[in-house]
């Protein structure tokens, strides 16, 4: 329900979604490191302030780029900061504008808010952000095959699997085989 004085983009009733800022370092920092057992060996955030400085700078100033900060909004104080706790992020990369108009999908949760439904409600955010202001047509998400809780994330968003992709991008070291997922504003408006 949107309302003047949000400091979210897209809210539903667990969690708002907003821009990633410099000042989120910290909180992004400290609670990559205390997931780094959950995130690895599928995904590696930035853990140190020049990392994160670089990570940001992509999404905030990059136009193929949009990054989204899910943040709990239980635990966000009256008229303060720019909101609640940050669970886990989602961002579009690889945006094509023109006749494509589409992005790639790339998320992960932080342990302490991993398995309590607020990625898929986050999602759900994202994804109407994309189709709807954003004015995007598709979006995909490349995920490694035994990385049940990613994949079970885009299904349960509407993402259908469109093929396998052997050695598809470089991860932790080594060319990894990756499912592909999309989604179209189509399948979003007849689901």
Request: a neutral charge; aromatic letters at 10%; proline letters at 5%.
């Amino acid at each position: 329900m949107p309302h003047t004085a949000s400091r979210y983009l897209a809210e539903g009733p667990r969690v708002g979604i907003r821009h990633y800022t410099y000042e989120d370092g910290a909180e992004f920092i400290a609670r990559a490191r205390e997931s780094k057992d959950l995130h690895q060996p599928w995904l590696f955030p930035p853990a140190t302030d020049a990392a994160f400085a670089g990570y940001a700078g992509r999404l905030i100033e990059d136009r193929s780029k949009a990054g989204f900060l899910v943040c709990e909004k239980a635990a966000a104080g009256p008229g303060g900061g720019q909101g609640g706790a940050i669970a886990g992020f989602i961002n579009i990369n690889n945006i094509v504008e023109g006749g494509f108009q589409c992005g790639a999908l790339g998320y992960g949760v932080f342990a302490h808010a991993a398995g309590r439904g607020l990625m898929r409600e986050a999602m759900g955010l994202v994804v109407d952000h994309a189709f709807g202001p954003m004015r995007l047509h598709r979006l995909e998400i490349n995920v490694q095959p035994g990385n049940a809780a990613s994949i079970a994330l885009a299904r349960g968003a509407g993402f259908r699997l469109e093929g396998f992709s052997p050695n598809m991008i470089y991860i932790d070291g080594a060319w990894r085989d990756h499912e592909r997922w999309a989604l179209t504003a189509e399948m979003r408006t007849t689901a």
